[in-house]
Structure formats: C-alpha cells, structure tokens
C-alpha cells in the first residue's frame, strides 16, 4: 500500500516536472536553493520525495559526504561513485538546473541537470549536461551512473579475466594478448590479479556519455581518453588492449599513496611494458618499438643530435607518424617517454625489477628521476647523450 501510494506521489510529481521542463530555465518563480557557491534550481511546485532526494544528493557531493552519502546505489558502486566525483568537479561554483525527469522501466527514472557557471549574466556558459539515474527504492532514492542503461543492447564477451562490452566489432585475438599482459603485468607487481570489467567506446564523448556527463565543456577536442577505477575500464581508444594504463592501475594499487611516484619513470615503463596508449588511424595501438625504431631512425640521420634536450624539452618530433595519426595523438607522441622507457629497461636489465621499482618509487620530478638513474647505473646529465645514444644505437 505504502509502495503504490509513493509510486503515485512520485509520477505526478514527475509529470509536473516534465510541464514545467521547457520553461524552467525562464521561470522565476523556481526556488533558489544556495549551497556555499552553488545556487541549485528546482521548481517551486516539486515538493517530492525525487526533489528531497535530488537537493540532498547535490549537498553530499558538495560537501564532501560521498562515502557517507546513503544515496548512492550499491550496485555497481564503484562506478556511480566515481561519476559523483566527476561531477563534483563539474559543479564547482555553478548553477545546476533539473529540467528533465522521466521513467524508464518500473521504479527507475532519468533526471537530466544542465550545469551553468554561476555567474549573474543573462546567457551564462553553459558548463555540462548530466544525466543520472533515480531509483525508488522502498520509499528510498537511489542515484546511479546510467552505464547499465546506456549499453543495455551492447554484446558481452568473457575473455579469461576480462569482462569486455562492445557495441559492434570485437578482435579476439588482441583481447585475448590483453588478458595474458593483465595477468602478467600483477604476478611482476606482486598483486593479485584483477578482474576487469570492460567497456570498450569509440571515442571520449562516448566513455563520458556512458558514465552519464552528456556534455562537458573542459573535454570539447578531447577525443583519445579512457577512464579507469577500481576494476573497470571505459576506454575511448576503441581497442581491446589497455595494457598501458592497467600498469598504472596495478602501480595504484601495489603503492596506494601517491607521493612517491615517479611519473616520468612509470609512464616510460608504461611504455615499455606495454604500449604507447594512443591509437593509429587504423586503430592499432601504438607500439614503444615503432617510436624507439623512429627515434634511432632520427639519431642515425643527426648523430650530433642533443638528446638530454630532447629529453628536457620534449618537442614533438614523430613526423614519420604524422599521416597516420590525428593531429590531437600527434601532439600527445612524446619522446620523452620514449627515452625514459629505454632507461627503465637497463635499470632493469642492470639492477633487476627491484632497482626499477625504486626508480618508479625515486618521487616527484626530473631532478628526482635524475639523482635515481644516477644511482641505479650511473647516467648523468654530463654523460646522458653518450650513453643514451649508445642504448638507442643499439636497439633492435
Ligand atoms: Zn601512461
């Protein structure tokens, strides 16, 4: 009884908001709730339990209350938390208005919120578009990412630990590389091997609209980006293999504290061990191989080159890949990393995958990276181009 009574309190309510959707954004009479910074709008008539739910839900994300909120749904938490995050940064000194509320299947509803900077302009910039998922449970509302939703129609594959999504095409034999380098890159790390849950998305706008941000004005030209928490990945360079960043998962995971890392080591031997994490034109993944064959291709041709320069300065210099790949993954080719994975591979082949660990391990900064790589086998930067160039000479 009490079940059907909140069922029907909850569709009218939701069906005066759905009236007022399209004048929401002009009507004055809305009710202007402040939250330190953030000027939260509803319509004045919406007095419902999805209103109470929604005003509490933005002050737990405001305020810092995430891991306390009991508004989070438990299934698949890890990633309606990491979404909660995502938007917390999104709604940072904003204006956030409800302007679209609807049921999907039994107790479950789409809310839609369009987040504005909080300025007193008439046309305010408008900043992203969020779409959360309601869900009245016994009289309790449960918010959630629309993940499961949105990939409702996609296919399921179980390759070994990895539970991959995808909409369309589905290479096998790359997935099934990546679950050996899964299991491979924990037993070198020590850690238990993770299970993965895998969404694999063509592009960035697709990762972000799966985790519920329909639009986010800081990501516009973003097109190469993943994201990965706990056990999920939602990777957005349409491929099978994610090797690179699942180091970077495990690293996390072996060293949860971040401030010892050292990321031009971690993301050399990212490289290294992996993949260089951008993607071809065609949709292969970039190889550490392709860009040390190009790199020695380079020296060859200009044995004065100054490596600790190019090193230092890092400017782009694959033009070999140049037509074979967008302009944004031009742009993110690094030769700096490329080099860096080369030293993590004689600090390892010289002091073994103890004496890399603690290169990864050196801290923050070029100078720390410095002072570990003289340490560990003696480079410098008075001998950085003799003895780097002699590496990259004799790569093979
Ligand atoms: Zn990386």
Not at 130 to 140: F, H, S
Not at 307 to 315: A, G, I, R, S, V
Not at 347 to 361: D, M
Request: some cysteine; hydrophobic content about 40%; glycine content about 4%.
């Amino acid at each position: 009884m009490k079940t059907v009574r909140l069922y029907l309190i909850l569709s009218i309510t939701l069906f005066s908001v759905l009236q007022i959707a399209a004048q929401e954004m002009i009507d004055k009479r809305n009710v202007d709730v402040r939250m330190k910074n953030l000027t939260f709008y509803v319509n004045k008539n919406e007095k419902g339990l999805i209103y109470n739910s929604v005003k509490r839900l933005f002050a737990d994300i405001n305020f810092n209350r995430l891991n306390k909120s009991k508004l989070i749904n438990t299934e698949n938490y890890s990633v309606n938390i990491f979404l909660m995050n995502e938007i917390k940064k999104l709604i940072k000194d904003s204006q956030i208005h409800l302007t679209n509320a609807y049921l999907v299947v039994s107790n479950k509803y789409i809310l839609k919120f369009i987040v504005y900077e909080n300025i007193a302009d008439k046309s305010p910039k408008l900043k992203a578009i969020i779409t959360l998922i309601a869900e009245n449970v016994r009289g309790k509302v449960k918010f959630s990412s629309p993940i499961k939703y949105r990939s409702k129609s996609w296919k399921n594959k179980q390759i070994g630990n990895i539970n991959y999504f995808y909409k369309n095409s589905f290479n096998a034999k790359l997935a099934k590389k990546f679950n050996r380098k899964n299991s491979e890159i924990a037993k070198k790390l020590g850690v238990s091997i993770k299970k993965l849950t895998f969404y694999k998305c063509s592009n960035y706008e697709e990762v972000q609209r799966l985790l519920g941000i329909d639009f986010d004005a800081k990501s516009v030209g973003i097109v190469q980006s993943s994201e990965a928490f706990e056990n999920t990945i939602i990777t957005g360079v349409n491929s099978e293999d994610f090797s690179h960043d699942v180091f970077h998962m495990y690293i996390k995971t072996k060293f949860p504290d971040d401030k010892d890392r050292n990321f031009i080591a971690e993301e050399g031997y990212a490289n290294s061990i992996a993949n260089a994490y951008y993607a071809k034109n065609n949709g292969e993944i970039i190889s550490r191989r392709e860009l040390v064959f190009y790199l020695k291709e380079y020296v060859e041709k200009n044995l004065n080159a100054d490596l600790l320069e190019l090193f230092q300065k890092n400017p782009r210099v694959y033009f070999q890949l140049s037509n074979q790949v967008s302009k944004e993954v031009f742009n993110q080719l690094s030769v700096k990393s490329t080099i860096s994975s080369l030293i993590c591979d004689e600090v390892e082949k010289t002091k073994g995958f103890e004496g890399l660990i603690r290169l990864l391990r050196s801290g923050k900064g070029e100078n720390a990276f410095f002072k570990s790589v003289d340490n560990l086998i003696g480079i410098n930067k008075t001998n950085f181009n003799r003895r780097v160039k002699k590496i990259i000479l004799n790569f093979n």
